[in-house]
């Protein structure tokens, strides 16, 4: 009797969902809007309350480059199958002509190249990473913009009755995948309504402009696609320019992960490195900037922190148990790297990364 006529609380979320908003939350940074929109799509899936006959949910992101839409999605597979690679990625790039249409659903019976014509798009591909477990598939339309009207009309189908037939008249079935659409419509006017540093330092209150930057986003998103294109879409979510905090953060979480793949590694000593204040300003300075955001900062990681590191494992100068700290030499412009302890133990290690997200010491 004490559940009669008490408030229930809708904001609550179930166990697995609420795990995969937690990991989302450790893995993208200063994108709540979008993470709240693929949780509740995956909670609405879990309950089976997502609408019969169509897919799970169908998200547009819009945003500037290196903002992280390709990464949330990828990132959403990883923590509910494991593997970045679930994701059945299309480059819309690729099909800005009518005829590559072929590519996705294959070529009709007679014409030529039929039977070596294999469709992008077909169930065995969105099933791959399928499993009794989760029953769930990602399919990801990377810069729609760049599409042909065969590959929107294509789409239309897919966002409305989740099927698409293919060249020879099999039938596929998105009513069990999450449906990802990303764009950078209307980014030069979001960029144009910031300015920035190695952030974005914005002379607008922040709620203020970020409530002008999603709607450059959806106007520039309306210009572009037709409403009843607009209309099949659950979200569509912009994606917030990030600033000299977020950028920092997503560093700490990239030299986590170059931490866990040293752990990982069967080939590879197990050791821990620490990253100086003035090293992290470095690779924030070469993996960051206006036009490109945090698209690079792993390519600028890889190239100076972790090649460095590989040499120093191959020349037999970093050993088991080894504590190596990363600086930046101002005067040669260059990382440095020192050995700052010997013969740590492994719950020593890997106490210091879990207790040190962001591997730093003092500069």
């Known amino acids: ?115 070596e014509t294999h469709p992008m798009l077909s169930q065995e591909t969105l099933n791959q990473f399928t499993s009794e477990k989760l029953d769930l598939s990602f399919v990801l339309f990377d810069e729609i913009e760049k599409a042909s009207d065969a590959l929107w009309n294509l789409l239309l189908g897919i966002l409305d009755k989740a099927t698409l037939t293919l060249g020879d008249g099999r039938k596929v079935d998105f009513s069990k995948s999450l449906i990802f659409l990303t764009s950078n419509l209307g980014a030069s006017n979001m960029s144009a309504l910031t300015t920035r540093g190695l952030g974005f330092v914005s002379p607008d209150p922040g709620a203020r402009l970020n409530e002008k930057i999603a709607q450059a986003g959806v106007e520039a998103a309306r210009r572009k696609f037709t409403p009843e294109f607009i209309n099949r879409l659950d979200k569509i979510v912009v994606f917030r320019s990030l600033g000299d905090a977020e950028l920092r953060r997503i560093l700490d979480i990239e030299l986590g992960l170059v931490q866990e793949r040293i752990f990982q590694s069967p080939s590879t000593k197990p050791f821990v490195f620490s990253v100086t204040a003035a090293a992290k300003d470095y690779l924030l300075r070469e993996g960051t900037d206006v036009k490109y955001g945090a698209r690079h900062l792993k390519r600028a990681i890889e190239r100076t922190l972790v090649q460095p590191m590989s040499n120093l494992i191959a020349s037999g100068q970093v050993q088991t148990g080894d504590w190596l700290r990363a600086d930046f030499d101002s005067a040669t412009t260059r990382m440095t790297f020192s050995l700052q302890a010997e013969n740590v133990s492994p719950f020593a290690m890997a106490e210091a990364a879990r207790t040190s997200p962001a591997l730093s010491v003092a500069a």
Not at 41 to 62: D, E, K, S, W
Request: contains cysteine.
């Open 1 to 115: 009797m004490a559940r009669l006529s008490a408030p229930l609380d809708t904001t609550n979320l179930g166990c697995e969902a609420r795990l995969l908003e937690t990991g989302l939350r450790r893995l993208i940074v200063g994108q709540d809007e979008a993470i709240a929109q693929i949780v509740n799509g995956y909670q609405m899936f879990l309950t089976g309350m997502h609408a019969p006959g169509r897919p799970v949910g169908n998200f547009l992101f819009l945003g500037p480059t290196g903002s992280g839409k390709t990464r949330i999605v990828e990132a959403t597979a990883e923590i509910l199958v494991g593997c970045a690679r679930a994701v059945v990625t299309i480059d819309c790039g690729e099909f800005q002509h009518s005829h590559e249409i072929a590519k996705l659903i294959g070529s009709p019976p007679g014409y030529l190249g039929h039977r």
